[in-house]
């Protein structure tokens, strides 16, 4: 029972993941248009909805991953003490990028078409701290989690729940029913987020 508890997780997580790609390339993909029009806008906004959900609990997951790294780090090891403090500094950044998302999407929903190339100067600069934080933090301290995790650190670091599962498919939802023709994030193969659009 424990074990297949286990595999519903990792399972769940690896459909975030990838659910968390594939929004991000379509809504990359979007903000290329150059015909903007109510539905264009209300996909944005779902976009933004999905990834302020998808990346906060990846922001919390990252956070608890590091206090449980942090215990099995000796004091004299630099390097991964530069290496959790680089993670701190990524999901800092990436808490303030998301703040400045959610405001551009709450200005974009008063504002409408008027002021959306704003809204997409705030949106391309998210996606770049986004990327980079993937970039560079992306499994630095994987050796280290390979050694001292047990499946119990990972199941909590998951922290998948009857509600996040629900909340990330009716926010996957309403992104897939509003995708303008090309963007839909179905269509885009599974890959890792940390890489550009096609």
């Given at each position: 029972m424990k074990t297949t508890a286990n595999k519903d997780y990792q399972t769940h997580v690896m459909t975030e993941r990838t659910h968390l790609s594939q929004v991000r390339r379509a809504f990359t993909k979007s903000l290329a248009d150059g015909h903007v029009d109510p539905g264009?806008?209300?996909?944005y906004v779902m976009c933004c909805s999905y990834l302020d959900s998808s990346l906060k609990r990846l922001v919390t997951q990252d956070y608890i991953?590091?206090?449980?790294l942090a215990p099995h780090i000796e004091p004299n090891n630099q390097e991964y003490i530069d290496k959790l403090d680089s993670l701190s500094n990524g999901l800092k950044a990436m808490e303030e990028a998301l703040n400045k998302l959610s405001q551009a999407k709450e200005d974009l929903i008063k504002s409408g078409l008027y002021e959306v190339d704003i809204f997409k100067k705030e949106a391309h600069a998210f996606l770049d701290v986004f990327l980079n934080m993937l970039a560079s933090n992306r499994h630095s301290t994987f050796e280290l989690e390979e050694k001292v995790f047990q499946p119990s650190d990972w199941e909590k670091i998951a922290g998948v729940t009857k509600e996040s599962i629900e909340t990330e498919d009716k926010l996957y939802q309403s992104?897939?029913?509003?995708a303008p023709q090309g963007c839909d994030p179905s269509s885009f193969p599974p890959?890792?987020?940390?890489q550009k659009p096609q």
């Open positions: 264009l806008i209300n996909f991953l590091h206090d449980l992104v897939l029913v509003s890959i890792g987020h940390n």
